[in-house]
């Protein structure tokens, strides 16, 4: 594979400095699966309908199978494997579990990605709002359930704590 | 939504005084692989380190939908960059060929392309894109040649992929000839492609001495062997097939992998290098089976109830170019015409039609949705004709107990529990007072629409190919009491190792993280059927146990003879041995014959290490009572029937079409179940799944034979946005297989799907208020907004002008 054009990049990766060459056309998620062996992002469809490859990119929930690598140079890029610090995350894999919010799993880590979105950045979120904030994430098995149910456990548990410390 | 109840079925009253072990059969233990999953470390077959050399392949699909090859260059495939081989037909070693009942799939075409996106060619490159790429560059020279490409047009031309079958039973047409009322129709039901989130792939890997191991997404390893054995030109002792989880199967990766297989293992062998093989989500869903559409024309007799007296089927589906499982879908599509009801004179004949499109497989529900949404379409027409309440036409034609009991096919209703459903449900869910206060409702609604439907769900368990109702288990203990699980079914997310370990928990009485289940492996377990047919923890369930109880029995025999007791003195609890009157289970070891102790599981499985016990064993179980005669369509196919009963409540906009699911309630029999929380999972996505069958999720082909619907951008699975606004699932508290399964619980894999049939009759019903509930509603599936409006529309028409020569 020679003179395929190639550009560098410089970017963050679970917390960590990443300096690596690629191609042009290469997008996130296999960079990150074939050059950073972090396979837990899934690629479902390849085409950014599906939300199994969800990672955060500068905290927001991106579809690394159409995002660039090299439109991530300078950014902070996280995925599954980096949560294990993360308190929200955490509450989020004791619910999903819990609840039992997965079968297969594929779609789980790209789910994860978006719950924590909208715990994070819609406190005060409802049903109604998980559904709509959550619909761009497919889950076949499922029937969603559980998985509402958790990202409303998780979001109801922290409402609960912020009372008690007000 | 509102969440489900999560229902604890109490414990039988024969463990009801044993100390509970950790993940014990009956609790809602969590899936074995969730902490990987919510972690990110669930290997599936794409996330394994790859070996040194790998290449990548990727598949040449025809642009025709039914040619002759005049000529095919792949001049410019083989000189991209990162090209290192190119296989087609010549490059098969052995048969060109993974039918899997039927040699008539071929892994590549040769002289004659059969339908749009067939394989022709496969690219083996340094890198997937390289592979991707190179396979387009392709050029071939097609002679068009005439294409069938649905039923109709294979009917009038007489294609069949196999031969006709017909099912009758008592006087259908006199019967018909003497029913104070008749009725026919027409309808039909689309496909569905199975959309896991995991497209199918496989990685083989050359081994020495001309040996295979191949990791490949399957639900059936063992076919996939003997598959890649065929293509290969070798032994089934010279393939290794390997599957430890599939991200989602629904029977689509039932037959469907032993292609994907054989190509890379083909490639493997050519090139002596690891060769992986995962399909793009668009050439996935063009390449590869999906669910069998219908057209099911029907005829039926009834008296002034609404019982019926006499029905007529024509069931017609469209297999593709090949045979691939049609024959055993369409039998159960047979099998199922009847759902839950009596049909004294009956006649089904069934048209397995070959055409020029890819070839159907397995998908949830294997025919028996199709056979459902017939009956379902023909009590449905019956009650509006007369007027009457569906759900009171519904409850008329129940089989009966001890009468009316008798299938088509001659097996006798012996469980039947569907009357005692329906009247919890529909007493639970308010089904007569909603129903009456929709109809004032929508009175006063001009533009939306409301619906209610109440349908009843019987599905046969075990495969109708009764040879394949046998299943193997392979058990170690080792000597620090830990156990190593393996068994000849699959996981696909459906937690069927989280309910074997359970069972082999249970049956130990140690805790479940004690056991580890192992990947499915066609060199452990050997000849395992496939993981369908919804029968994964009955037969390996039951497999798994034998295996326990061999080992049980021997460190029960070694114990009783090192101690010196009778062996009723050695009881296995909650992680512990006690031997002779040991009581409360507080003794010592004292190693002093007859004295009462208790050793922990490790230490017994010591010492009878110590002792030259062995302490690995197979079990071996096979499906009792089941016999059925394929030629006369006739006996028993089935261990027992799986029951269930839906409500559904919807809304339609009359000006767009469009539809939403306001309310189901489901109540569902899963006998005592293994693992409430994993049936209920099973209950709710196996609802909404069916759900998008009915509704969102329309196959469409191009005037060429070309599928126009090859990714999630133009195929509408059900989204969280779709499931119901209240959503109200239970499984039935009284639920209890009437047949020896495992510790009595019930398959639940495929039944809940057909619940989704009361979704599809509600909307009828909104349709059928358009027009003042005068007119039976003509809505073919799936009800996407283009269909319903059409509908509305044609339903109006008819509310205007009544036909000519309408029946009484």
């Known amino acids: 594979m020679n003179d395929k054009p190639t550009s560098p990049l410089a970017l963050t990766v679970n917390g960590r400095e990443v300096s690596a060459v690629v191609e042009p056309r290469t997008h996130l998620a296999d960079f990150l699966r074939e050059q950073q062996l972090l396979t837990g992002t899934n690629i479902g469809c390849e085409q950014g309908v599906c939300g199994a490859c969800t990672v955060l990119v500068d905290g927001v929930p991106t579809r690394s199978c159409i995002t660039w690598a090299v439109s991530c140079q300078g950014a902070e890029v996280r995925t599954i494997e ?53 619909s761009g994430n497919l889950c076949r098995c499922t029937g969603y359930v559980g998985l509402v149910r958790a990202i409303g456990r998780v979001l109801e548990a922290r409402r609960q704590r912020n009372l008690v410390e007000a | 939504m509102q969440p489900s109840e999560a229902v604890d079925l109490a414990i039988p009253a024969d463990r009801a005084a044993v100390p509970a072990v950790q993940g014990a059969v009956g609790s809602g233990l969590a899936h074995e692989s969730a902490v990987l999953h919510v972690t990110g470390g669930a290997a ?184 890649v054995a065929h293509a290969l030109g070798v032994d089934a002792k010279d393939v290794v097939v390997e599957c430890r989880r599939m ?26 290098r690891p060769v992986k093989l995962r399909l793009d989500r668009d050439d996935d869903m063009v390449l590869t089976g999906k669910r069998h559409d219908f057209r099911i024309d029907w005829e039926a007799g009834f008296d002034d109830d609404g019982r019926l007296l006499a029905v007529r089927f024509m069931q017609a589906t469209r297999a593709g170019y090949s045979a691939d499982l049609t024959g055993a879908i369409a039998d159960r599509a047979m099998f199922h015409a009847d759902n839950a009801y009596y049909l004294e004179h009956v006649d089904i004949l069934s048209h397995r039609c070959k055409t020029h499109t890819v070839s159907n497989t397995a998908f949830r529900g294997f025919g028996g949705p199709q056979g459902l949404f017939g009956i379902e379409e023909v009590i449905d027409a019956v009650a509006r004709h007369l007027d009457l309440d569906p759900l009171a036409v519904r409850k008329r034609n129940y089989y009966g107990l001890g009468e009316r009991d008798l299938t088509p096919y001659g097996q006798k209703v012996e469980d039947n529990v569907i009357a005692e459903l329906t009247a919890e449900l529909e007493a639970d869910c308010d089904y007569a007072a909603r129903r009456a206060a929709l109809r004032a409702w929508n009175a006063a ?113 070694f114990a009783a003879a090192r101690y010196g007791v009778r062996e009723d003195q050695v009881v296995f609890r909650a992680n512990r041995v006690h031997i002779g009157n040991a009581g409360n289970g507080n003794g010592t070891a004292t190693g002093k014959p007859g004295a009462p102790l208790s050793l922990s599981f490790a230490e017994l499985a010591k010492q009878a290490w110590m002792g030259r016990i062995s302490l690995s064993a197979t079990g071996y179980y096979r499906t009792p009572k089941i016999a059925y005669d394929r030629e006369t369509l006739s006996g028993r196919p089935f261990y027992y029937y799986a029951y269930g009963v839906a409500c559904s409540e919807v809304a339609i906009d009359t000006l767009t079409g469009e539809s939403r699911v306001l309310r189901t309630d489901i109540l569902h029999d899963v006998g005592r179940s293994l693992n409430p929380a994993i ?130």
């Open chain 1, 82 to 134: 980096s949560f294990d610090e993360d308190e929200t995350m955490a509450e989020l894999r004791a619910a999903f579990t819990a609840e039992h919010a997965l079968q297969c799993g594929y779609c789980t880590p790209g789910m994860l990605a978006t719950a924590r979105d909208i715990v994070t950045r819609l406190p005060q979120a409802d049903e109604a709002r998980i559904r709509l904030e959550l």
């Open chain 2, 44 to 227: 599936y077959i794409d996330d394994q380190p790859e070996l040194r050399g790998t290449l990548h392949a990727a598949i040449g699909l025809a642009s025709a939908a039914h040619a002759r090859i005049r000529r095919i260059d792949l001049a410019a495939v083989r000189a991209a960059p990162g090209v290192v081989a190119v296989l087609d037909a010549a490059s098969v070693p052995g048969l060109n060929d993974f039918g899997p009942v039927v040699h008539d799939d071929p892994i590549f075409a040769s002289d004659e392309v059969q339908f749009h996106g067939q394989a022709l060619f496969a690219v083996l490159a340094e890198d997937m894109r390289a592979a991707r790429h190179a396979a387009r560059l392709a050029e071939v020279d097609y002679e068009a040649l005439p294409a069938l490409l649905d039923v109709d047009q294979a009917l009038a031309a007489g294609s069949r992929v196999l031969p006709d079958a017909q099912l009758r039973r008592g006087e259908p047409e006199a019967a018909l000839a003497a029913a104070p009322h008749r009725l026919a129709g027409s309808v039909r039901h689309g496909g569905q492609d199975h959309f896991y989130l995991e497209t199918h792939i496989a990685y083989a890997i050359p081994q020495e001495d001309g040996t295979t191991r191949v990791h490949s997404s399957s639900q059936h390893p063992g076919e996939v062997q003997l598959q």
């Open chain 2, 247 to 272: 991200g989602g199967g629904f029977g689509g990766k039932e037959s469907q992998p032993g292609q994907i297989a054989a190509i890379a293992a083909i490639g493997a062998r050519l090139t002596g």
């Open chain 2, 445 to 557: 609604s001009p533009v939306i629409k409301r619906g209610i439907a109440l349908t009843p769900v019987k599905f046969g368990i075990s495969f109708t190919a009764t040879h394949l109702n046998q299943a193997g288990a392979l058990l170690h203990v080792y000597t620090d009491g830990t156990v190593l699980l393996n068994h000849g079914g699959t996981e696909m997310g459906q937690g069927l190792f989280t309910k074997v370990a359970q069972v082999v928990a249970e049956e130990l009485q140690i805790d479940v993280s004690h056991i580890r289940v192992t990947a499915s492996d066609t060199s452990k377990v050997p000849n395992a059927s496939a993981t369908a047919a919804s029968s994964g923890a009955d037969l390996n369930g039951k497999a798994a146990q034998q295996a326990a109880r061999k080992i049980k029995a021997r460190l029960t025999e």
């Open chain 2, 679 to 808: 049936d209920l999972g099973q209950v709710e996505g196996g609802f909404i799944q069916g759900m998008g069958w009915l509704t969102s999720e329309e196959l469409c082909w191009s005037a060429d034979g070309r599928l126009t619907t090859h990714a999630p951008s133009t195929y509408k699975i059900p989204a969280v946005s779709d499931v119901p606004e209240i959503f109200n699932v239970r499984l039935w508290e009284r639920g209890f297989n009437a047949e020896d399964s495992i510790f009595r619980s019930k398959a639940v894999g495929e039944p809940p799907f057909m619940l989704a049939l009361s979704v599809w009759h509600a909307i009828k019903d909104a349709v059928a208020a358009a027009a003042d509930y005068r007119v039976t509603p003509q809505l073919n599936a799936p009800a996407t907004p283009e269909e319903i409006l059409r509908s509305l529309t044609e339903a109006r028409q008819r509310d205007v002008e009544p036909p000519a020569g309408a029946t009484a």
